[in-house]
C-alpha cells in the first residue's frame, strides 16, 4: 500500500494560540494529529509533547532500540498495533509528568494516530480529534469519540427528538495527560486505491458539516493537497472558532515492481 499525505494547519479566527499539532512521517508510516487544551501556552505544550514523543518512539523503534512496554501486551493485537498503543500511553505518561511543572497544571491533549503495517492501517486515539475513512463517496469515522455526548448517544440516552446536549460534546472522557493510565482505542482497516483517510481537529468539524467535507473529497478534479486547503477556508469561513487542523492521506495504486520490493522487504 503507498500512501501520500499532506496537512495543514491555521489558528482561526478567535484563538491567540495554535494549540493543535500534527505529524507526517511517512519514514515512520506514521501520522498524527494531537489538539491541545489547558492554560496560556500550556494546551501548545501537550499537544507538542504528544507528537513528538510519539514521532521519537518510532525513531528508536525503526533503529532497532525499542522502549519498554508500560502494558501488558494484546495478544489481538499485532506487534505494530500494541507498539503504536504503547507510543501514546508514553505520551500521556510524559505530559501526566510535567504536570508537575505549576505552569502546565491540569494541560492534556487530545490524540489520533495511524500507522502503516503492510496494507493494513492501526487507527488509534484518545479524545475526540475524528478520523474518517472516505470510501465510494461515503465519509465513516473509523476513530471513537471520548465524550459525554458520544456516550449518553451509545447508550441511548438522548432527547425525544434523537437529540443530545450539544454542551457536552466539548466535555471530554478521555484525554492525555490528565490520569497516569490511559485507555486507547484501537481499530485497524485494510483501504483500498483510491480511499482517503481524513484526520482532523474538531476544529473542522464544528464549523463544516460532513456533507459539505464529503463534497470537497469528492471532487476528484481537484488534487488532495487542495482539497486540504478547501477544507480549512471553509472552517474559516464557518466561523473559524477553533484552531483547524487537516491531514488527509491518500490511497495510491501501486505498479508490480513496487508491491514485489515491498513483500521483500516486509519478510
Not at 70 to 87: E, M, P, Q
Not at 239 to 251: K, Q, R, S, W
Request: contains cysteine; hydrophobic residues 40%.
Amino acid at each position: 500500500m503507498k500512501i501520500r499525505a499532506f496537512g495543514k494547519t491555521d489558528i482561526g479566527l478567535k484563538r491567540k494560540i495554535n494549540q493543535d499539532m500534527y505529524l507526517i512521517a511517512p519514514e515512520l508510516d506514521l501520522y498524527a494529529i494531537a489538539d491541545g487544551m489547558g492554560g496560556h501556552k500550556a494546551g501548545e505544550v501537550a499537544s507538542r509533547l504528544a507528537v513528538n514523543t510519539m514521532a521519537s518512539y518510532w525513531r528508536k523503534l525503526k533503529e532497532g532500540k525499542p522502549p519498554s512496554f508500560l502494558f501488558s501486551t494484546r495478544k489481538d493485537l499485532s506487534n505494530t498495533a500494541n507498539h503504536l498503543v504503547n507510543s501514546i500511553m508514553m505520551s500521556n505518561a510524559i505530559i501526566h509528568e510535567a504536570q508537575k511543572k505549576p505552569q502546565y497544571h491540569r494541560m492534556g491533549s487530545t490524540v489520533s494516530a495511524l500507522i502503516q503495517e503492510n496494507d493494513t492501517l492501526w487507527v488509534a486515539n484518545v479524545g475526540d480529534s475524528p478520523i474518517y475513512l472516505f470510501d465510494n463517496g461515503r465519509l465513516v469515522q473509523i476513530s471513537e469519540e471520548h465524550s459525554v455526548e458520544a456516550e449518553q448517544r451509545s447508550m441511548g440516552m438522548t432527547n425525544p427528538d434523537g437529540t443530545t446536549n450539544p454542551f457536552l460534546k466539548n466535555v471530554l472522557t478521555r484525554v492525555l495527560g490528565l490520569t497516569s493510565k490511559v485507555n486507547v482505542y484501537i481499530n485497524s482497516i485494510r483501504p483500498e486505491p483510491g480511499d482517503m483517510i481524513l484526520m482532523c481537529s474538531d476544529g473542522l468539524t464544528n464549523c463544516v458539516p460532513l456533507d459539505s467535507i464529503a463534497a470537497v473529497l469528492s471532487d476528484s478534479s481537484v488534487p488532495a493537497e487542495q482539497k486540504v486547503n478547501m477544507l480549512v477556508e471553509q472552517a474559516i469561513k464557518g466561523g473559524g472558532g477553533d484552531n483547524i487542523t487537516v491531514v488527509l492521506l491518500e490511497v495510491l495504486k501501486e505498479g508490480k515492481w513496487h508491491k514485489l520490493r515491498r513483500r521483500i522487504m516486509s519478510r
